[in-house]
Structures are given as C-alpha cells and as structure tokens.
C-alpha cells in the first residue's frame, strides 16, 4: 500500500452482485473474463517487448472462401479453385 491511498479505497470491493446470488465458481469465472479483457497484467500473448508480431500465415481471413465472381459467367467462375 502506498501513502497515497486511503484504508477505504483499498477494503472497497472492485466487484458487486447486484441481483441474484451466483456461485463461487460463476464469480471467479467472471473475474477472469473481465482481467483477461482488461488488458492489463502479465500475459504470454501480449504484444510488446520480446514478442513476434503476427503474421498472415495464421490468419482466419485465409481460410474464407472468396465472394464468387460478379457477372455473367459467375457461376461458372465460382466453382474454379483459385
């Protein structure tokens, strides 16, 4: 605790239920959503210092089927691999 924090920040709780009552498990999966989305902490997969940047090779785009050729003919167009 640094000097710059007051006791009532610190005991504050970062989460509330406000309706209904989950269970520990359902609290601790929701915790771990809401750190994983924030952004913050140590992660493996962060980008930043020591880490390589993505490439294409992986990238679900690569994956789609193309939209098939516009005009006439197309049909026939869009059963030809690419």
Do not use: C, I, K, Y
């Not at 989460?15 to 493996?44: F, I, Q, W, Y």
């Not at 930043?48 to 785009?61: K, M, V, Y």
């Amino acid at each position: 605790m640094s000097g710059q924090e007051t006791p009532d920040a610190v005991d504050a709780p970062v989460l509330r239920v406000v309706r209904g009552s989950p269970t520990p498990a359902r609290l601790a999966a929701l915790t771990a959503v809401l750190v994983g989305l924030s952004g913050d902490g140590d992660r493996s997969g962060q980008r930043g210092s020591g880490s390589r940047p993505r490439t294409l090779w992986t990238a679900r785009s690569r994956f789609a089927r193309p939209r098939p050729a516009v005009g006439p003919g197309g049909w026939r167009a869009s059963s030809l691999p690419r």
